[in-house]
Structures are given as structure tokens and as C-alpha cells.
């Protein structure tokens, strides 16, 4: 009867510590958004100041990096599995959205964000995890195209249902 309580008790511990690590994985995964459009909003108001501004600013821009480091760190420890609220989402929407959010992260990176997206294409996703993710995506293309742009195209059609496409391309000099 002991041996049950203590093992009773010690996966109600292990339930609450599992709770608290998918809580605090999944805040730090959200705060990665916003500390990169700040990043983007510091290089773009960077070319504005004076040189003694300019280094304070490069100083933020080096503890906004070291900052999504922890974090990244964090999250490769900690992979949560999160549980996944599926609803209807309008993607169209929220790819345009995406991509407005992005735009000065491109615009800092000489990268230009070209986009064709059907109108009403819908999915049964997490909202959020789905906006994560086209986040992720879009950076990522930016960040893979040294000069160029990044076209991002999201369609339907009847064979192969909602087909997106991000595609970095280089201009070559």
C-alpha cells in the first residue's frame, strides 16, 4: 500500500513537471516572433542615428541574437508535445498576414517578398502552430537568399488539393 502511495505520488510529480515544461517550451516559442520583428525594426532605424546610437543599437541586436540562442537551446531540450487545437483556418489569411509581419525582415535583408495567394483556401489546423511554422518558412527563405527575392505562392487544385511553394531565388552579378 505504501509502495503505491509513493508511486501514486511520484507520477502526479512527473504529470505536473511534464505540464510545466510543455507550458514554458511553448512561451518560448512564441517569444521568438516578436524579438525578430524588433531585431528588424533596430537594423532598419540603425542607418537613422548617429554612430554613438548605432553602437547601442548593435549591442541590442547582439542580445536580441543571444536571447533567441537560449531559447533555441531551450526548445531543442525541452520538445514538448503540445496538444494541437485543430479548427477551420483560413490560411490565405494567414499567409498574407505572415508575410506583412515579415516584410521589414525582408526589406533589411535587400530581400523583396513576392506573393500569389488564392483567396479562401482553407485547412484544418492549429491557427497558431500553422502561423508559427509560415513564420519559420518565410524567415528561413530569407535568410537562404543573399540578394534576390522570395516568392511565396499558395493555390488549389483539384489533383493535389492546397499546393504552397516558398521559394528563395538568387540574382546572380
Known amino acids: 500500500m505504501i509502495n503505491r502511495i509513493k508511486i501514486m505520488e511520484q507520477i502526479h510529480r ?10 514554458a517550451a511553448s512561451i518560448a516559442h512564441e517569444v521568438r516572433n516578436p524579438l525578430t520583428v524588433v531585431r528588424g525594426f533596430i537594423q532598419l532605424a540603425k542607418n537613422e542615428v548617429d554612430n554613438t546610437i548605432q553602437g547601442y543599437m548593435n549591442t541590442a541586436i547582439r542580445e536580441l541574437d543571444r536571447a533567441e540562442k537560449i531559447i533555441s537551446d531551450y526548445l531543442n531540450f525541452a520538445k514538448p508535445k503540445l ?3 485543430k ?4 490560411i ?3 499567409i498574407n498576414e505572415m508575410i506583412l509581419l515579415m516584410q521589414s525582415y525582408a526589406n ?3 530581400i523583396q517578398l513576392n506573393n500569389h495567394i488564392d483567396q479562401n483556401l482553407f ?6 502552430k500553422f ?3 509560415l513564420l519559420n518558412l518565410i524567415k528561413n527563405a530569407i535568410e537562404a537568399t543573399e540578394q534576390g527575392h522570395v516568392d511565396v505562392d499558395a493555390s488549389y487544385s483539384e489533383k493535389r488539393g492546397i499546393l ?3 521559394l528563395p531565388t538568387q540574382v546572380w552579378g
Not at 14 to 23: F, G, Q, R
Not at 87 to 90: A, R, S
Not at 123 to 128: N, R, T, Y
Open 83 to 85: 496538444d494541437v487545437k
Open 92 to 94: 490565405s489569411c494567414s
Open 164 to 166: 504552397l511553394l516558398m
Open 14 to 23: 512527473a504529470e505536473k513537471l511534464n505540464i510545466v515544461s510543455e507550458l
Open 108 to 110: 533589411l535583408k535587400g
Open 131 to 133: 502561423k508559427q511554422a
Open 123 to 128: 485547412i484544418e489546423a492549429d491557427d497558431l
Open 87 to 90: 479548427e477551420e483556418v483560413n
